[in-house]
T-cell receptor
């Protein structure tokens, strides 16, 4: 069975500090992994995706994530937080032979000025 | 590319009424998904279409829910005899299947409130 665990439902960082949002996946076969961001009362916007090419994936707005098979992780990072990064972030997994996406429960990021 | 659109954005209805939501996917996308999202949770899969065929339905989709995609373009999600537990954000997403990760592009959602 496929699943995603996001550790930390709320994360607070100071403006300019490193952002680290954690995601661990469970999949018996190679997965595709995604990070989405959701602003209040809006849909989800794709930040980046892992498709079994490079393990370090760069996305929009300065975010990147690293796929670590040995740790079954796909953590999202950004070197310097901006106020505009405050939002809800979701990690999602799809196995390469399946059709469903499985989403984590989300991490709410607060950026403190 | 105008993105995925959903209508209405907000719907308030009384318990027992029927509601219908519409989703217009990105025009060349052949796959369309419906999700439900409640407060503090990630999106939960409800159903998906490949072109006009509904290929999979979640056990979350009770008999009161029905979805259609009659011409393989827009889709509708109907909830009959709404219950307070149906209050949620209903999200639509589309993707192009034909290789790659099939990343999904989401619409802004329809927020349903059942009173």
């Amino acid at each position: 069975a496929q699943s995603v665990t996001q550790l930390g439902s709320h994360v607070s960082v100071s403006e300019g500090a490193l952002v680290l949002l954690r995601c661990n996946y469970s999949s018996s076969v190679p997965p595709y992994l995604f990070w989405y961001v959701q602003y209040p009362n809006q849909g989800l916007q794709l930040l980046l995706k892992y498709t079994s090419a490079a393990t370090l994936v760069k996305g929009i707005n300065g975010f990147e994530a690293e796929f670590k098979k040995s740790e079954t992780s796909f953590h999202l990072t950004k070197p310097s937080a901006h106020m505009s990064d405050a939002a809800e972030y979701f990690c999602a997994v799809r196995i390469n032979t399946g059709n469903q996406f499985y989403f984590g429960t989300g991490t709410s990021l607060t950026v403190i000025p | 590319d105008t993105g995925v659109s959903q209508d209405p954005r907000h719907k308030i209805t009384k318990r027992g009424q029927n509601v219908t939501f519409r989703c217009d996917p990105i025009s060349e996308h052949n796959r369309l998904y419906w999700y439900r999202q409640t407060l503090g949770q990630g999106p939960e899969f409800l159903t998906y279409f490949q072109n006009e065929a509904q290929l999979e339905k979640s056990r979350l989709l009770s008999d009161r829910f029905s979805a259609e995609r009659p011409k393989g373009s827009f889709s509708t999600l109907e909830i009959q005899r709404t219950e307070q537990g149906d209050s949620a954000m209903y999200l639509c997403a589309s993707s192009l299947v034909g290789g790659g990760a099939y990343e999904q592009y989401f619409g802004p959602g329809t927020r349903l409130t059942v009173t």
